[in-house]
C-alpha cells in the first residue's frame, strides 16, 4: 500500500532522511522509532505529500506521489501530533468540510458514529478554543478517519491523550488495520510500538538501522535476543 | 536589570540578522532585497522631494496638518487599538521574565526597550524618505524629532490599551484607579466637542463656497484659540519637525521631550500603581495572549455566528476551502451588521438627498466615497481570508487531495468576494447619498455608468491586488505575518508604507494591460453611447485581468507546491 525508493530529504546540507527503502502491506501496522531528529517526522510528511522529497519514490495506494498527488493523498490520512484545527470551525463543520475535501458521500451517516466513537458526541458544536488539548486531538483523528483512508499516517498519536482515550486509540489504530487499512505511526513509546505494531522501522541520522518484525530484529543480533524492544532500541541506537 | 534585558534584546537582535542574511542564500530572497534595495535607493536619491512651494509653508499648514495627523492616530489607540497586539508578550518571556523575580516596572521597561528596535527602524526610514530640505534640517536633527515622536506615540498607545485592558477587566475598580488619565480623556472629548461646534459653521460656509474657500475655511477652523488648545500637545510633537532651524529644532525639542516624560511616567506609574496590586490578573492576561499566539488564532472573539451557507457534501474539494473562509469571515467579522447599515443608511441618506437636507448627505457620501478610496489600496492588505491567514496551516493545506491551482482559486476568491462586496456596497452607499443631487458634477448618469462598471471591473482588480500579496505570502513567507496578524502601530507605519508603495507598483503593472483595453473598448463604444461605454469596456478589462490571474494562479500554484512549510514556520 505504501513504497518507498531511495527517500532522501536534505535540509540545505543536511540530509534529515537517506537511503530509504521499504514498503508497508495493507492491514500492516509499522511502527517507527528512533531518536529525536531521526528523521521520523520527516518520513512520515514526506509520505503525506507536504514535504517534497530531495531524491525518491513514494507510491500510495498505486499511485505515485510525484505524478499523480491529488490521487495519492486521497487515498491516505496524516494526523500530526500537534492538531491544526480551523479556529472558527466547529467539531460538526469540520468533519463536513473535510469529507468535502475527500468527497465522502454518507457524511451525515459518519458524523455520529465517529464522535461516538472517539467521545465527541457532546462537543458537536464546539469551536477548538473551547475544547481541551486530548479533545483536539480526537477531533484531528476524526477528521482523519471520515474518509475511510487505505492508508494511515500517524505522528506521536496517543500525545495528549486521557488513559481511556489511549486505550481507544489503539483500539482503533488495531480495528483499521483488520480493515486492511496501511498504518504507519511514529512514537517514543514504544510499549505501544511493541503492542500494536506488526513491523518496526528503526531510524538514526535520518538511516534505517532495522527494520522487520521484533523477531527479525533479534534474528540477526543473537545477543539481543530475550529483551524488551527498548533495550533492543538502546542496543540498537548506540545509547 | 536593564543590561540583562538589553542582552537578552541584543543577542536575540543580532541572532535574527544573522538568520535573514542566511536566508539571503536562497536566491528569491537576494534577489528581493536587492530590488529593494534600489528601490528604496531610488525613491530617496532620484525622487527626492523638493522644497515645499512657500506658499503652503507661509500658510503655516504643516505643523497644523501634522498635528491633525497624530491626533487622529492618538484617538485611533482609544477607539480600535487592540490590546492584545501591544501588551503582548511571546511564550518565552512568559515562560522565563512573569516567574523571574522581576516586578512589574521591570517589565515594562523590557517591553518599552524592545519596542524601541522598531522605532529606531522606523525613524531611519521615515527620516530616508523625508527630504532634507522639506522641513529646513538636517537629517539628524529630524531624526531627533520623529525618534521623539514615535516614542511618544508608541507610549501613549501602550498607555492607552493599559486603561482600556484595565477597565475590561476590572471595571469600576480599574476607573477609581484611572480617574487622572479618565478624567484627561473626558476633557479632551468634550474639547473636540467643542472645536466641532465652533468649527461647523466655518467649515459649513466654506464648503458652500466651493473648494478654495472651504480649504481657507480649515485654516480658519485650526487657526481658533479653542483648536489651537485642544491641538497644543500635538502641535508641541510636529514642533521639532517642523522647525526650520536648528535654533528652532532646540526650541521645540523642549516641549516635545516633556511631552515624552510624562508619558513614560504615565506609562510606568499606571501600569505598576495597579498592576503590581494585580500581578495574578496580569499574568492570567499575559497566559491568554499567550495561548491565543500558540493558538495562532485571530486576535478577534469567534463568534457563534451559522455559517453563510451549508456545504453540500457533493461538489468540488476547492468549494469546502471557499466555504471555510466564508465561516471565518462570518465568525470574525460583523458583515451582516455592516450590510444592513450601509442599505438601511443608504435608502435613509437618498431620501434625504432629494430634501432641503441634502447637505448632509452630500457630506456622508463623500466620507464614504473616500472610504471606497482607502478600501481600495488598503483592502488587499486589509482582508486577509485567504492563503495569508491559513499560512501557519500550510502543512494541513498540502495534504489535502486538490490541485495546488484550484486550492489557490479557492483561498483568494473569498478574500475577492469579501472585499468586493464591501468596497461596492460602500460606493453603493455614497451613490445614494448623491442621488437627489441634480446639481452634482459628474452628473447621475456618469454616476450610474461608473458605479455600474464598478461592478464589473473591481472584483477582477482585487483578484489582481489580493494575488499580488498572496503571492507575495507564498514567496516570501518568513517575511509574512501568520494569520490575521500585521505588524501595527506607529512603529510599524514606515515598513508598511513600502511594502504599500512597492504593492500599488506591482498593481499598476498588471492594471496596464486591462486599462489599455478597456480605454480602447470606451473609445470605440463612446461615440454611441456615451459614458455607459464603461460598461463593455468594463468588461473587456475584466477579460484581460482573468487571463492574468489565471496566469498568476498557475504560478501560486507552482510555488505552493515547492515551498516548504517549515519556512511559515509550521514545520520542523
Redesign the interface.
Known sequence: MIEIEGLEKL?GDLPAVQGLSFAVRAGEVLGLVGPNGAGK??TL?AI?????PSRGRITVAGHDLASD??????ALA?I?DEP?L????TVE?HL?????????????AQIPGLLGELELAEKRAA???ELSRGMKQKLAIACGLIHRPRVLLLDEPLTGLDPVGIRRMKATIVSRAAEGVAVMLSSHLLHLVEEICTRVLVLRHGRVVAFGTVADIVGGRPELAGQSLEEIFLALVGE | MIGTFAYLIGRSARNRLARQLRRLRQPRYSVALVLGILYIWFIIVYQRPGSLAPEIREAGWLAPAGAVVVAGLVAWAWIFAAERRVLAFTPAEVTFLFPAPISRRQLIHFKLLRRQLVILVNTLVWTLLLSPRRFDASAWLRAGGLWVLFTTLSLHRLAASYVRGSLSAHGVAAARRRKVSLVAVALALLGAIWVAAEASAILAAGWNGGIGPFLAAIGTALDLPATRLLLAPFLALMGPLTAGSAEGWLRAMGPALAILALHYVWVVRSDAAFEEAAAEASLRRAEALVDRSRKRRSPRAVSREPPPYRLAPDGSPAGAILWKNLVAVVRTGRPRSIGTTLVAGGIILAVLSFRSEGKVAEVVGWLAAMVGGFLFVIGPQWVRSDLRGDLSKLDLLRSYPIPARSLVTAEVASSTLVLSALQLGVLGFAYLAFLGNRAMEPSLVIRSAVLAAAFVFLPAVNLLGLLIHNGAAMLYPAWIAPGSDRPGGVEALGQNMLAMIAYLALLATTLLLPVAVGAAVFLGFGWGIGWWAAVPASAAALGVAAAEARVMIGWIGRVFERSDPASAGTGR
Open positions: 535540509y517526522t520527516t510528511r503525506a505529500g507536504i514535504i517534497i498527488p491529488v490521487a495519492a493523498k486521497a496524516f500530526p491544526h480551523f479556529e472558527y470551525l463543520e463536513r468540510f473535510v469529507a468535502r475535501l475527500y468527497g465522502v458521500g454518507d457524511v451525515d469551536l477548538p478554543e
